[in-house]
Every structure is written in structure tokens, then in C-alpha cells.
């Protein structure tokens, strides 16, 4: 009389449940992962920003005192170094309007500023 061996039947049900746990780490892994970055993206661009927006009233405070030492500024100009465009429109009649666009590794704050210059010097609005 034969023996009958249900040893690959056992071996078959060891394998398949060893592939469903090891798919599932796998996938709570890559779970994990994916939002750790997510977070960690989210919180660099939020830094991005506090950046952009510390170069951007930078760029304002550089461009009053431009205005203070030169009435006749006008136009647009560049401080590379704070990566802002400063544009300024002069109606030489005192009042000085700046507008300032700095951006900080691909991010982008604004700001504006109305100045008052007469003979005392410049007021803001």
C-alpha cells in the first residue's frame, strides 16, 4: 500500500502565506514611505515660503532706501542676491509706489509699499 506524502501541499500553503506577509510589509512600507515624504515636502515648502516672504520685505526695505537716496528712481531693477524684482513707479510729485516680486527656490512672495518723499524724507502710506 502507498504512502501518501502531503508534504508539498503543506510546503504550497507555507509559500503562499509567506508571499501574503511579505506583500503586505511591502505594502505598508511603501505606505509609510509615501507619507513620510509627502510631510517632509510639505514642511520644506512651508520653509520655502517663510524665506520667500523674509527676501520679499527685504527687497522692500532695500528699495525705500533706494528711493530715499535717489528721487528720480524709477522703472524696474534686480537684487540678485535676495532673487527679487523691485518695480517702482515715480510720479515725481512725492508719491513712490514699489512693488516687489521675490522668489526662493521656486517659490514666490509678493509685496507693495505706497512712500510719501518730500523734503523731510519718506514716510510710508
Known sequence: MPIKNNLN???FAAFIAVVLIASGVLAFSLVSISSALLYADGVNQREYRIQARLNADACLEMATLMVAKD???NGTTTIAKL???ISVINDFSGN???NVVAEFLGVKARGTRE???NDGGVVTK
Open 96 to 98: 513712490v509706489s514699489l
Open 9 to 11: 501541499e503543506k510546503g
Open 115 to 117: 512712500l510719501i518723499v
Open 71 to 73: 528721487y528720480f528712481m
Open 83 to 85: 532673487g527679487c524684482d
